[in-house]
């Protein structure tokens, strides 16, 4: 009696022990799918994707979106694993934890969220140039991601010493696909509301409105179709990007060939937005150089940055071979074998010598093997210049103004030449002029006080330039253009920006105040000048083609100097035009002078006319499109020659 007794309370102990395992592991599951959706609710707002009220209807969708993603997660842990599966959660946990992290600081610098192509362009060097940029980004509060860890790590260790059963595989079948089914429904319930139409260019709409989460499966998948598609061009591929250069005409020849035979010098500024041009603080001009040039000069006071993944390289592409950036990754590094029309191999059947000159690293998003591929004879880069003054990013980047100094004395400047100068100490994060003289005012020790006093600093050693270029007697023998490269301001400081201009947030206005400068100086050409036409980096190869004679037959821009219409297409889909705004990530659409909402679909056909250069380019780029064309038209030496 004594012994069934002993047994009875044996199994009770081992029945009792068997349901706390399974309720501290149910509790488990519940929480890790807790504590991600709260990391997937924080990247939502904190990279202002989303916006209050947070229980919107757009953002219900979007939670319902990522509930149903993350249940899909967690039914595939647990139909894939079996006694491991709790240590296959945390790691789960941990590598997402990780990857929103990671987000949601490359979306503050880049706007975008990390994709299999941004990942396979990391190099261990690029990491080590850019890693105070990197950290300058993350906030205090970003220590969400990791605070569940050392808790989640903890339970697993519990778990696993109590130890964790194995389940039936049929029990584990009907749990996992009930989780799966229940995701799926969930996730579809939102996703057949959405227009699919814009996920086409636009991964940011696509997180907006379906999570994180359904955005890495989405750019993921389609990083997979794309590896595995041919990279041969197809019939209807040909037809379309031949029919678009054939049926693209051009808007006139006004101005053509004024800068014929003369000198090319074009500097890209790194991190200059229009914003601070013509304004003061405390009395003093930001940019007094560039304000001076700018009333010799034609300035065009519309024009934008059209920038991707590849940042500062992404607008040296735009500006070189007037095409759109990738897709996804960066021109630079996923297609620099490409065969190229380019300004450099313009030029260069002119009888150019074409240099371009950055003092940095060569293999810097590289640039050695893309330079090359465009057409310029020599990069100038860190290597050949004496590091004598330090000034900007990190604190370790050789000075703007040694840069214009030391460069000119490397150009052979007695035949035409075309150089393009990329700079460098305006550089984000702008600490490295926390001390720099000029006084910011009430934004001193700001984030944009810093800026003010980099973009004031850019500006002396442009003034520099400029004044050695007129002593060399290059200055009325030269067509030379300056333009910034992309923003200075991330928009989680948007409310800085929109203090200092003076106006309150809205998308609207936010759009509107990614413009750069761009200034075209040519002596007695349009001097002191202003053009209002809307235009983007992707315009400045055709309207200095036409300045200086040479044809740009497959150039997607337009001549900024022509054009009867301005417009400026977004690598995100959305449209800036002189009437109106169209922003893809919110499918909202503005008139760009009072701000009233518009109805988008009374300019449905215009929109999907514009957004098909982004189809155009996008075949030219990942399907080589000008190697075809030298094929077919057996002009090897015209288009390839280097």
Known sequence: MEIVTETKVKTRNRISTVNTVTFLEIVYWLAFIFSIMVKCFYFQFTTQLNKKPFFSYENICMLVASSGILLIITGLVLLFTNRRRVIALFVCDLFLSVLLMADTNFYRYYYD????????????????SVDQSIMSLFNIKDIIYLLD??????????LCKKGIKKMQILKKAVISLLIIVIGLTSFFIVYKKEDVYAFVYNSNYIAKNLGVLYSHLDTTREFINDTLESKELTYKEKESVTSYFEEKQSAGSKYRGIAEGKNLIIVQVEAMQQFVI??????REITPNLNRLIKESLYFDNFYFQVAGGNTSDAEFLCNNSLYPAKEGAA????????????????????????????FSA???N?????????????????????????GWEGNALSDESFFRQSLDKIDTEKPFYSFFIT????????????????AGEYEGTYLGNFIKAANYADYALGKFIQDLKDRGLYDNTLLVIYGDHSAVPKHLAHELMSFVGTEYSDLEWTKLQKVPLIIHYDGFMNGEVKSITGGQIDILPTVANLMGIDAPYALGKDLLNAEKGYVILRNGSIITDDYVYLNNTREMYDIKTGESLDKNEYKDEISLLLNELNISDMILENDFFRY??????????????
């Open 149 to 158: 860890i050392p808790a989640m790590l903890a339970g697993a260790v519990v």
């Open 363 to 365: 293999e810097f998003w």
């Open 278 to 283: 013509n304004r003061e603080v405390n009395g």
């Open 367 to 391: 640039r050695t093997k893309m330079y090359k591929a465009v057409g310029f004879d020599e990069f100038i880069n860190s290597d050949d210049y004496v590091m004598d003054d330090f000034m």
């Open 332 to 359: 630079y590094i996923r297609f620099d074998e490409n065969t190229y029309y380019s300004l450099p191999k313009m030029l260069k059947e002119k009888g150019y010598k074409t240099y371009a000159l950055h003092a």
């Open 629 to 642: 064309i030298n094929n077919i038209l057996n002009c090897d030496e015209k288009i390839v020659k280097y």
């Open 113 to 128: 969220i990390i994709t299999v192509p941004v990942v396979l362009q990391i190099d261990i060097k690029l990491l080590n």
């Open 424 to 439: 460098l100490s305006s550089h984000h994060p702008f600490n490295a002029f926390e001390d720099y003289e000029f006084d």
